[in-house]
């Protein structure tokens, strides 16, 4: 996304000079790795024009963006043991190149790390204070999140508000705390800093969504990789659990059924899938959704009591990241 | 400990008063069922103490006591599962009583609350950082503890040193850590605290050797379970690695050779690996380290810049701990 990426050299600078080089290897090793196996970085990149733009504050936020980044590296490296998950970033997960042994320790002291970071603000300790409760508080809720997600694959009834409880939970509120950082950072009011928090926590869980949706009806060449991952799965996203409910029973049963089973060839599974979900109303639902969240966050950035030309890289970030087809 | 148990019912009030009960319960009750099942107390009651004699600020320490148990029950939680134990103070584990994902989760949430636990200090961001910073320092060391305890699995050439780093890491700093946390809530000088710090360390060093000691030799009518429980796991504990480098090279290789056996029946190994300890002239070794290390927190104790009568609680609380014979 253009609007942050002039933020990405600068982070990738900071995160290299602050990779942490020694022993025991075992344990510092895995915590390079996935920290270099890149991503989008949209977290830190966050922080970083929050920062800059609303306080002029970029440099400052470097550490908190490092803070984020690495906690949420260590989200994806034990919720890829917990999902028995092979890859990451097309690169091998660290559970299974280590073992899960390794995955859940250098997971562990990446979360304790994601604190350290932090200590660069320890000079002024209201600040150093004030951003740790918000890690914390952000953090108790991502593994509450996970939790949710977990007891799902055990659910049979799931309605749309649990699963947008559980992706906010999960997803959006990382999203939302990576604003708020940085507005701390640049010594906004409360006031701004909580509404720029609600405009993350609304344009995360429209991300989200807009994931889901690209995961089944997305261009995979454009997205990178083969669409219809969730089906294979068998996750319950916002398109199965809404065509549950919307599907006249016989069908309805045969998508319950459809997500019970793991072919070998799952080409079949993915198209009737899609066809239900089509067939269901969920594919036009799931937009209007989207939708509605991503309105939802750019109406918190209206009320933001803050200079026009200030919103308006915000408003772009949205637009950017809304109207994306990867 | 007669001097640390006058604090136990009121840090058992506080533990009960702030257990968290919400959703998602899945979450949430592993923690709760590994924080009632017990354990010692041992640094809670240690911070409760210090607080208390060094500044008589005892209710103020109890969220500090509270954050630095659930830090530990955290780590038990995380080791058991990577130990694969069954049973934990004579209780199922965690990971065996539900499953390894469950114990990575709510190990991840007990992780995050040890340090929200710490917020009831935020009105005072000073204390709340200085605090928060030690638990960071020593939750890095903890984990690179349990690392190089892992590393030595797979090592053959360990020196008593690496051992004496790895128990140091992995389980001296957190008593200092509980010590020096008591002390910066009772407000003495950075000095002071520091001194407090190594005190607790060498006596955490002591305690862990008395540990090995006792779980080979110890009377198992008193310990409460039965002896020779390292010797069963092949642990390479201060007696091995000792014995190793003191026994002519047979009797070394019949040690070393005894160490790759699991024997359903293990009590004769039990015996012969007992006797190449005396033998070897470990246990003695092993006894004047013990001694070594518990002098060389009595003279911390002694530089410590405070009134004679406040150190007599310590003192009596370092001879407590390392003459019990359980």
């Known amino acids: 996304?253009?609007?942050?990426?002039?933020?990405?050299?600068?982070?990738?600078?900071?995160?290299?000079n602050n990779c942490i080089e020694k022993e025991p290897n075992n344990l510092y090793e895995p915590i390079n790795y996935i920290l270099s196996i890149g991503g989008k970085r949209l977290r830190p990149l966050v922080i970083l024009m929050s920062a800059d733009v609303l306080g002029d504050k970029l440099k400052d936020a470097l550490p908190a963006a490092l803070s984020v980044e690495i906690f949420h590296n260590f989200t994806l490296m034990h919720d890829d043991i917990m999902d028995n998950a092979p890859l990451r970033r097309g690169q091998t997960t660290v559970h299974e190149k280590w073992d899960v042994n390794t995955a859940i320790l250098s997971g562990d002291t990446m979360l304790v790390q994601s604190y350290k970071c932090l200590e660069k603000y320890s000079n002024t300790p209201q600040l150093y204070t004030l951003l740790s409760s918000v890690l914390s508080?952000?953090?108790?809720?991502?593994?509450?999140?996970?939790?949710?997600?977990?007891?799902?694959?055990n659910q049979n009834t799931i309605t749309i508000e649990d699963y947008i409880k559980m992706i906010t939970l999960k997803t959006a509120v990382l999203v939302a705390c990576a604003f708020k950082m940085g507005a701390i950072i640049a010594g906004v009011t409360d006031k701004t800093a909580t509404n720029l928090y609600e405009f993350g926590k609304n344009l995360g869980?429209?991300?989200?969504?807009?994931?889901?949706?690209?995961?089944?009806?997305?261009?995979?060449?454009?997205?990178?990789?083969q669409t219809g991952g969730d089906i294979i799965e068998n996750k319950k996203t916002y398109l199965y659990i809404k065509s549950l409910q919307e599907l006249e029973k016989d069908k309805s049963e045969e998508l319950f059924e459809l997500f019970q089973t793991t072919p070998k060839n799952p080409e079949a599974k993915i198209e009737r899938a899609k066809q239900l979900f089509e067939e269901s109303g969920s594919v036009v639902s799931l937009k209007q959704t989207i939708d509605k969240y991503t309105?939802?966050?750019l109406q918190n950035l209206k009320e933001l009591d803050i200079a026009k030309e200030k919103k308006a890289p915000f408003e772009k970030f949205a637009q950017e990241l809304m109207f994306r087809n990867k």
Chains 1, 2 share one sequence.
């Open 295 to 297: 309105k939802l966050a």
């Open 137 to 153: 508080k952000t953090a108790i809720e991502v593994c509450e999140g996970q939790q949710y997600d977990i007891d799902f694959v």
């Open 205 to 225: 869980i429209a991300f989200q969504l807009q994931d889901d949706y690209l995961d089944t009806f997305g261009d995979s060449t454009l997205v990178g990789k």
């Open 1 to 16: 996304m253009e609007i942050i990426k002039k933020y990405e050299t600068f982070f990738n600078d900071y995160l290299n």
